[in-house]
C-alpha cells in the first residue's frame, strides 16, 4: 500500500497490477494475445478523458451498485478496447475457399511445399526467414504436428531442430521412433500448425492458423499417416476444432476426418512446455505409450 497526496491508502503499483492479472485469470482470461493488436496509448487517453469529464467515483459506484474491495479493479467498462484499425495485406485478403483449392490442387508433398513457398497470403512470411515446412519421412506411420518454427527452425527452414526439437527427438526414441529412419514404422513425419517463425516466437494468432489449416490437412492427406500427435494447444485445438485446453484434452484419443478417410490424433503436451514444466514428463509419456500401444496393434 503507498498513501496519496490526501493520505488514503491505495495498493501500490505492483499490487494493482498483480490484482489486475488476477482478476483477469477469475474471469477466464487466459491469452495476452488478441488477433487485432490494440493500441494502450490510445486507450488510456480515452479513460483519463472519461475519468475527467466524470463525476467523481465512489467505492458504491460499481455497475451492480455492490462495493468493491479495494484491492480489486473496477469492472471494466462496457466499452470494450478500441482496436486500431490495421490496413490488411492486399495478398491476406485472398478467400478461403480459394486457399482451400490451392492446397487441394497439390497433388504431392513436394508440390505442396512449392506452392507454399510462393503463396503469400499468410502474414507471417513476411516477417519469418524462409519457409519450414516438414522434416522426417513423409509416409511414416506417425506424424507430429507442432505450434509453430522457432529462431532455430527459421534458420534452417526444418521443424524441431533446436531445443524442443532435441526433447521431441528423445521423446520418438523412447517408443523407437526415429525421424531419420527410412523404415515408415519406425520413422516419423514432423511438420507445424504454421509454417512460418511468428515474430519473437509469439503464439500464431487464429487467423494464422485458419490460413495455413488447408495446407497442414492436405499434408496429412498426402503423407498418409496413422496416427497423429498434435503437440501443444494449437494444433490440437486446430486440428480438433475445439477452444478445450490441451491438459483436459490430451491423452484422449480423437478422429479427424482428412479427404475422403479419417486419421487418429493423440493431443500431448508440447516439448517446449515439457521443457518449463518437466514434472508434466509424466502425462506425455503416458500419451506416448499409448501411441505405441495402437501402433503395435494396427
Ligand atoms: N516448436 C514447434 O512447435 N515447432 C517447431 O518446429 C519448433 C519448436
Not at 209 to 236: D, H, N, Q
Amino acid at each position: 500500500m503507498v498513501e496519496d497526496a490526501e493520505g488514503t491508502q491505495i495498493p501500490s503499483a505492483r499490487a494493482a497490477v498483480a490484482a489486475a492479472l488476477q482478476w483477469y485469470a477469475h474471469m477466464g482470461v487466459d491469452e495476452a494475445i488478441g488477433d487485432v493488436a490494440v493500441d494502450g496509448f490510445v486507450r488510456s487517453a480515452e479513460l483519463a478523458a472519461r475519468r475527467a469529464s466524470a463525476p467523481a467515483r465512489t467505492v458504491a459506484d460499481q455497475h451492480d451498485g455492490t462495493r468493491a474491495p479495494l484491492n480489486r479493479p473496477a469492472a471494466p467498462a462496457s466499452q470494450p478496447p478500441r482496436p486500431v484499425p490495421r490496413q490488411p495485406a492486399a495478398a491476406s485478403s485472398m478467400a478461403m475457399d480459394e486457399v482451400e483449392q490451392l492446397a487441394k490442387s497439390c497433388n504431392s508433398l513436394d508440390e505442396l511445399a512449392r506452392t507454399l513457398d510462393a503463396f503469400d497470403a499468410c502474414p507471417l512470411k513476411r516477417t519469418a526467414t524462409q519457409l519450414c515446412f516438414a522434416d522426417g519421412l513423409p509416409g511414416a506411420h506417425v506424424m507430429i504436428i507442432g505450434e509453430a518454427p522457432g529462431r532455430d527452425e527459421d534458420e534452417q527452414g526444418r521443424p524441431f531442430v533446436g531445443k524442443s526439437g532435441r526433447l521431441l527427438d528423445k521423446m520418438l526414441a523412447c517408443i523407437d521412433l526415429d525421424r531419420t529412419s527410412d523404415d515408415p514404422a519406425k520413422s516419423a513425419f514432423i511438420s507445424n500448425i504454421v509454417f512460418w517463425r511468428p515474430p519473437g516466437n509469439r503464439k500464431p494468432s487464429t487467423s494464422e492458423v485458419v490460413m495455413c489449416l488447408p495446407f497442414v490437412k492436405r499434408a496429412i492427406e498426402l503423407a498418409k499417416p496413422r496416427i497423429v500427435i498434435a503437440a501443444g494447444a494449437t494444433p490440437a485445438q486446430a486440428l480438433l476444432d475445439t477452444p478445450t485446453g490441451i491438459t483436459r484434452m490430451r491423452g484422449t484419443w480423437k478422429t479427424i476426418a482428412i479427404g475422403n478417410g479419417e486419421v487418429d490424433v493423440m493431443p500431448t503436451l508440447h516439448p517446449s512446455y515439457l521443457l518449463r514444466s518437466p514434472e508434466a514428463k509424466r502425462f506425455a509419456w503416458r500419451d506416448l505409450l499409448a501411441v505405441k500401444a495402437k501402433l503395435l496393434a494396427m
